[in-house]
């Protein structure tokens, strides 16, 4: 398959000849480049940033898709630590991608595919097997042409569609200086050679640090990043400033200067309090008609819609109520492990203008009712999301016992499903001891189990690509809570798991009252279970990863129905309150819960104590 790059056979000067001659045929057709890079530090927001053009482009009404070149050497995300990577991030075609991959999706409102990620790892094998096959006749396979020609190929992939785009926006991962992202720099640079400098564009992103023993500002490490980046090969186009305070005009000018990038286009990225606030400060700034103008899309590009993206900043500033999630997971340390999640919980109370206070809950905190009623007595709502292991299990199971007890609203991702089907099969079901065999290979009751076809890779001891991933569709019960907050019967939903809740005791503990209300259509994988709206006002899991699929403009419907009951407790509680007489009712809510607590104490301690706790 030709991406755009040079093929293997064709020499360097034929290949930069025909490029030259196709952007001089195609030169109003051709899709633009824009490429993202980093300075001075990681972490500065090259990703919000991308996305934040992004979000601006499309809304002058272009056609955009992004891309992420990530320097590991790892072929995907998939198994590396959350700790280390951040979440995983899945998309409609099942690639496990980079987390901003998911701020791509939220801030364009698009669905991207495998093609928007790109790692060493991938370019590396697939050059490898090339080799292996033949393909590149007997060469010597070098990092310049081989490498960085498959590096092309893959940054033109997206513009190979039917309706091609007329923006391709691609973040290039690590900071300038490391020698991992050279090869994706040098391919940057080849891209720009062939397609002309009129339809490539180079945004680089820098730190201006400020100093407080001297009260200033500093440029130069903005200066030593830029000359670093010249020092390979590429000019940047515009600069965007990180900063924790407004950068001065006087600085802003001198880096322009010292940089050779002109005044207009030298921007300040500032803290904000919101990242939604980011592309309406590059707006202000004229960045986004800055490239415009650089790329000849004037003649498509109209002026900002912001009709949708003001609907997110009035809910953003101007919230008219605030809820409290508690989000009960083991990766809390990292929110990042839990991006997705905590986005779509926001999304979902921008839909009912409010302001979703998010209420961090170790899981280990709750194995025991004590321990679960402390922690969450003060949450309107809970949230149980997705991960892997045992640890923080049997608080997790704590937390739900609590929570299905207390009618707090609960919603379940994933892992949170399963653990919903634990803890209800050992309460309810008369299983007690039941769990899942990947914490505990020889439980008595394994209500989760592997899906048959992963057993044996798995025991080959091969993790990789051995889960069930992308877009799934379930069928939901008539009449269902999950039907009703769909309003449809048939959905799609992503999905990242190994294992699936067993069959073999579905109907035992569908008996006891759980209801299992989406299944495959076939019916044979369970997909959402819920308990009836006469038991709980709200307690629904589903299998899949819902949060994926959130936009901050277009909640997820399981997220912003979560966010619905938690007020509508909220709003009972301080009823409630106002009838009894008192003003604290947060705390008459905490002593109803812990009186509850402290009655199933002695049941809630032998269950905290089961064999296979963490």
Not at 51 to 66: P, Y
Request: glycine share 10%; aromatic share 6%.
């Amino acid at each position: 398959m030709d991406g755009g790059g040079p093929s293997e056979s064709a020499s360097p000067d034929q290949d930069t000849t025909a490029g030259r001659n196709a952007s001089s045929a195609t030169k109003t057709s051709v899709t633009k480049h824009i490429f993202v890079t980093g300075g001075v530090v990681s972490s500065l927001g090259k990703g919000l940033t991308a996305a934040s053009l992004g979000n601006l482009l499309t809304a002058r009404g272009l056609r955009v898709v992004m891309q992420k070149l990530d320097p590991y050497l790892n072929v995907d995300p998939g198994t590396m630590n959350p700790f280390q990577h951040g979440e995983v991030f899945v998309t409609d075609d099942g690639a496990e991608t980079d987390l901003d991959i998911g701020h791509y999706e939220r801030f364009l409102d698009i669905d991207l595919d495998q093609a928007a990620n790109v790692t060493t790892g991938q370019v590396y094998s697939t050059v490898i097997a090339k080799e292996r096959r033949g393909e590149y006749l007997g060469d010597t396979v070098q990092v310049i042409p081989h490498i960085t020609d498959e590096i092309k190929r893959r940054m033109r992939q997206q513009a190979e569609g039917d309706v091609a785009p007329d923006v391709i926006i691609t973040e290039v991962g690590g900071t300038v200086g490391d020698i991992e992202s050279q090869p994706f720099i040098e391919s940057a640079r080849q891209v720009r050679h062939e397609l002309g400098r009129n339809n490539v564009f180079f945004v680089h992103v820098s730190l201006v640090p400020y100093m407080g023993a001297s009260g200033e500002q500093k440029t130069k490490p903005t200066q030593h990043s830029v000359a670093a980046l010249r020092s390979i090969g590429i000019q940047p186009d515009a600069l965007v400033l990180r900063s924790d305070r407004p950068v001065s005009e006087a600085n802003k000018r001198k880096i322009a200067l010292m940089c050779d990038v002109d005044e207009d286009a030298v921007v300040n990225a500032k803290d904000v309090a919101s990242i939604y606030d980011i592309p309406s400060m590059l707006n202000e700034q004229g960045l986004d008609s800055y490239i415009i103008r650089h790329l000849g899309l004037a003649e498509k590009a109209g002026e900002v819609d912001w009709s949708g993206w003001q609907t997110v900043l009035d809910a953003v500033h101007q919230p008219k109520h605030e809820v409290t999630i508690g989000l009960v997971g083991k990766y809390i340390d990292l929110p990042d492990a839990y991006l997705s999640v905590t986005e779509a919980l926001r999304a979902g109370a921008f839909a009912h203008q409010a302001k979703a206070k998010l209420v961090w809950i170790p899981s280990d905190d709750c194995e025991t009712p004590e321990g679960a009623a402390a922690a969450l007595s003060q949450v309107d709502g809970i949230c149980v999301p997705g991960g892997f292991g045992i640890r923080g299990i049997e608080g997790k199971l704590g937390a739900l016992k609590f929570a299905r007890e207390n009618g707090i609203p609960t919603l379940g991702l994933c892992l949170g499903l399963q653990c919903m089907v634990i803890e209800y099969a050992r309460d309810k079901a008369g299983l007690a001891g039941a769990s899942s065999s990947e914490f505990d290979p020889d439980t008595e009751f394994p209500v989760i189990a592997t899906m048959a076809e992963q057993v044996d890779i798995i025991a080959d001891g091969d993790l990789g690509g051995t889960m069930r991933l992308g877009l799934y569709p379930a069928a939901l019960q008539a009449g269902s809570l999950a039907a009703e907050l769909y309003g449809s019967e048939l959905v799609d939903e992503r999905h990242r798991h190994r294992y699936e809740v067993s069959n073999q005791y579905r109907q035992q503990i569908a008996d006891a009252g759980l209801v299992f209300s989406g299944t495959s259509p076939d019916g044979t994988l369970v997909e959402y279970v819920e308990l009836d709206r006469a038991e709980h006002p709200f307690y629904i899991g589903t299998q899949a990863h819902p949060e994926l699929r959130s936009r901050p403009n277009r909640a997820h419907p399981l997220f912003s129905g979560l966010v619905g009951a938690s007020l509508e407790r909220q709003n009972s509680s301080r009823l409630f309150a106002d009838e009894d007489g008192s003003d604290d009712a947060t705390g008459t809510r905490a002593d109803a819960v812990a009186a509850a607590a402290a009655q199933d104490s002695t049941d809630g301690a032998a269950e905290a104590a089961a064999p296979g706790r963490s």
